[in-house]
């Protein structure tokens, strides 16, 4: 991971979710005003669609995508809400001696929504089941700066999958192809730029440093 998608990723995670509330029916109090501070953002924020973050429970959501998409379309709203993302990436990991290409959550318990916020595209939000609030600033809800959208979404359309480090400095590992195979060894040093990792393997009763692909390499 670069430092820029760090970060990214620290940017997301110190946001704040707005209001929380329990997973499941929606906090639909029988009114579609939203909260004052809410108001008084929605008219300063005019007609522009923006991309926002809600927050979710980690591991629900693909559950709550499908849900807000189901009011979208319920209730005509697709004039004012016009996508909902989970962002996600793909990593390629090995686990005995197998490899495998797993698609992992970049933020877990975040959604984007591009949308235009007014009040009606608020409550539709907001009130979806399992969503606990709009992350932003107190009770307001903050858009993404372009510069962060274009970050995450280059993330999600990435060429190469990135590749899951499994093993830290000083840890043991067992190769799994190469000349070396099936010898243990101990990280050196991680190079994640390169994906390449060094392993001090014991040869003829010496250590030798061996550089080897991430994926050439997995926890002892």
């Not at 050196?188 to 994926?215: C, H, Q, Y």
Request: glycine share 8%.
């Amino acid at each position: 991971m670069s430092e820029e998608e760090r970060e990214l990723d620290n940017e997301i995670e110190n946001l704040e979710p707005t209001a929380p509330e329990n997973l499941g029916e929606p906090a639909d109090d029988g009114e579609s005003a939203a909260p004052p501070e809410v108001a008084e953002a929605i008219q300063g924020q005019g007609d522009e669609r923006h991309w926002y973050v809600i927050h979710c429970y980690s591991g629900y959501e693909n559950k709550v995508r499908h849900n807000l998409e189901q009011r979208i379309d319920s209730m005509g709203m697709k004039d004012k809400i016009y996508d909902v993302v989970v962002p996600t990436e793909e990593e390629i990991e090995v686990k005995d001696g197998q490899r495998r290409t797993v698609e992992r959550r970049v933020f877990p318990g975040y959604i984007l929504v591009q949308m235009v916020l007014s009040e009606e595209s608020w409550y539709v939000v907001r009130n979806t089941p399992g969503v606990t609030g709009f992350v932003g600033m107190g009770n307001t809800p903050t858009p993404l700066q372009p510069h962060e959208v274009a970050g995450i979404m280059k993330r999600m359309e990435a060429e190469a999958p990135k590749i899951k480090v499994s093993f830290k400095v000083g840890q043991k590992v067992r190769i799994v192809d190469g000349p070396f195979n099936d010898f243990i060894g101990t990280v050196g040093e991680i190079d994640p730029e390169r994906a390449k990792v060094r392993v001090m393997v014991s040869f003829f009763g010496r250590e030798t440093p061996v550089e080897l692909d991430f994926l050439q390499v997995e926890k002892a």
